[in-house]
């Protein structure tokens, strides 16, 4: 969607909010109040509908992001399409400068949209899966680097070779948490590509076949196997939250990083806007 279509296709509040009529209550076939068939016309006073029959009202912004906002649904649907096209994501001060909100509005509005993007993947990973684990967040000054540094946050990464992705926070890297984490989101029987580390070795254990290259001896491939697809998507995600945000706090990041598996999981042949939209 450009933003030629998307000024075209939402030039008001009265169509926003009849997008979302619509999109909450197209297949309804009764009033839920006299149970006559559905047919429900605009109260212009307020965003409200009313049925013909009974003048029960119903109010579509409620139970949705835009509920109890007074922020135009205008600039709420805009906020959405730019994190429709953004590749890297929307940061809040990026949010308050396009719409002329406040930051804590702009931060709000933010959050409400990751949650709709932070679904998860439906449908277990499938195929040949590659499994890593990679640290994120800030620096101490003189401290410990890599594993075991202070204020940083491990993240499991698991990605389908040419397909989706999923990526989780770790409390740590014990074969106690990461194995669960596994089986409840890869099918049993797929290939798992993975590094060294010594916790993958019985994976076949628990169901699955087991591939691995040892990146402690300089080995990228071997064969079939190699991490090079999660490798990369770890890289996409630390430029994309250094780059746009600066710094996401542990508490919050969970949303971060469901915002860029939904951007990953539907870059092929979805409308961004669309797919966001369904989740409202």
């Not at 959405?80 to 953004?86: D, E, H, Q, R």
């Not at 890297?88 to 509005?109: D, F, H, L, M, P």
């Not at 870059?267 to 669309?274: I, L, N, P, S």
């Amino acid at each position: 969607m450009t933003y030629k279509d998307f000024q075209k296709k939402f030039p008001d509040e009265n169509i926003c909010l009849e997008y979302i009529f619509q999109h909450k209550f197209s297949n309804t076939k009764e009033c839920p109040s006299c149970k006559k068939k559905f047919k429900y016309y605009r109260v212009k006073s307020r965003k409200s509908y009313e049925c013909g029959e009974c003048s029960h009202q119903i109010y579509p912004m409620k139970g949705t992001i835009f509920e109890d906002s007074t922020t135009a649904l205008c600039s709420w649907f805009f906020t959405i399409y730019l994190f429709s096209v953004s590749k890297n994501g929307v940061s809040a001060k990026e949010i308050q400068r396009q719409i002329g909100v406040t930051y804590k509005c702009a931060w709000r509005i933010g959050h409400k949209i990751r949650t709709l993007m932070n679904s998860g993947t439906p449908t277990k990973l499938n195929g040949i899966v590659e499994v890593d684990e990679t640290l994120i967040g800030g620096r101490v000054s003189g401290g410990k680097r890599g594993w075991g540094a202070e204020n940083k946050t491990c993240l499991l990464g698991m990605i389908e070779r040419d397909g989706k992705v999923k990526v989780i926070t770790l409390p740590n890297r014990e074969r106690e948490t990461i194995f669960p984490i596994l089986e409840a989101n890869i099918e049993k029987g797929t290939v798992v590509n993975t590094d060294e580390f010594r916790v993958y070795s019985t994976l076949p254990t628990i169901g699955f076949e087991h591939q691995k290259v040892n990146h402690s001896k300089y080995q990228w491939k071997n064969g079939d196997a190699y991490t090079n697809s999660i490798e990369g998507y770890w890289s996409n995600i630390k430029k994309s939250i250094f780059g746009t945000h600066t710094f996401v706090s542990p508490k919050h990041l969970p949303k971060y990083l469901g915002e860029f598996d939904f951007r990953h999981n539907h870059r092929k042949g979805f409308v961004m806007f669309d797919e966001i939209m369904k989740k409202i």
